[in-house]
T-cell receptor, first 112, second 114 residues
């Protein structure tokens, strides 16, 4: 059974800092991995999708990498802003189950 | 273009009642997946529908059911509500099967069971 872990559970940084969020998974037989952000009481907003044949994806100040062999993905946020404050979740879609498994998320607070 | 639309956004029910939630996917998307989000269990997969057929199902009791219509709109139903069913119910649409496609989520339906 796929298990997805996100560390740390919470992170507080000053504005302007670069930061890395981690996502690890136990079964490396995955189709793809997707990063989302969720604001309080809201739905999930897709940030980046990394397909199994890819190693990384970039969008603006965000860069996500995927290392299937080690069961890890990282989300790099450059020059963080208060508007980046949210919960960030990763979802792994694994081959065997054919469905997505979500981590519990990292709650990010960026202080002005 | 319009995103994923879920209705109703908020609802309150009492134990034993049943509830139906609706999800309209992004135009052209054929897959709709449903998820339950609670503080204790996080986001858990309920089921996926693609071209009106259930393609995959999570580990939820039979009280949770769903269907998809020919226009790809989907409904999920929860019968005999329990207090533990209080949650944010999210649906996600995908152009292709959710396994291989990018997921786009709606704002969710927040269900409170009293």
């Amino acid at each position: 059974k796929q298990e997805v872990t996100q560390i740390p559970a919470a992170l507080s940084v000053p504005e302007g800092e670069n930061l890395v969020l981690n996502c690890s998974f136990t079964d490396s037989a995955i189709y793809n991995l997707q990063w989302f952000r969720q604001d309080p009481g809201k739905g999930l907003t897709s940030l980046l999708l990394i397909q199994s044949s890819q190693r990384e994806q970039t969008s603006g100040r965000l860069n996500a990498s995927l290392d299937k062999s080690s069961g890890r993905s990282t989300l790099y946020i450059a020059a963080s802003q208060p508007g980046d404050s949210a919960t960030y979740l990763c979802a792994v879609i694994d081959t065997n189950a054919g469905k997505s498994t979500f981590g519990d998320g990292t709650t990010l607070t960026v202080k002005p | 273009k319009a995103g994923v639309t879920q209705t109703p956004r908020y609802l309150i029910k009492t134990r034993g009642q049943q509830v139906t939630l609706s999800c309209s996917p992004i135009s052209g998307h054929r897959s709709v997946s449903w998820y339950q989000q609670t503080p204790g269990q996080g986001l858990q997969f309920l089921f996926e529908y693609f071209s009106e057929t259930q393609r995959n199902k999570g580990n939820f009791p039979g009280r949770f059911s769903g269907r998809q219509f020919s226009n790809s709109r989907s409904e999920m139903n929860v019968s005999t509500l329990e207090l533990g069913d209080s949650a944010l119910y999210l649906c996600a649409s995908s152009l292709v099967l959710a396994v291989t496609g990018e997921l786009f989520f709606g704002e969710g339906s927040r269900l409170t069971v009293l």
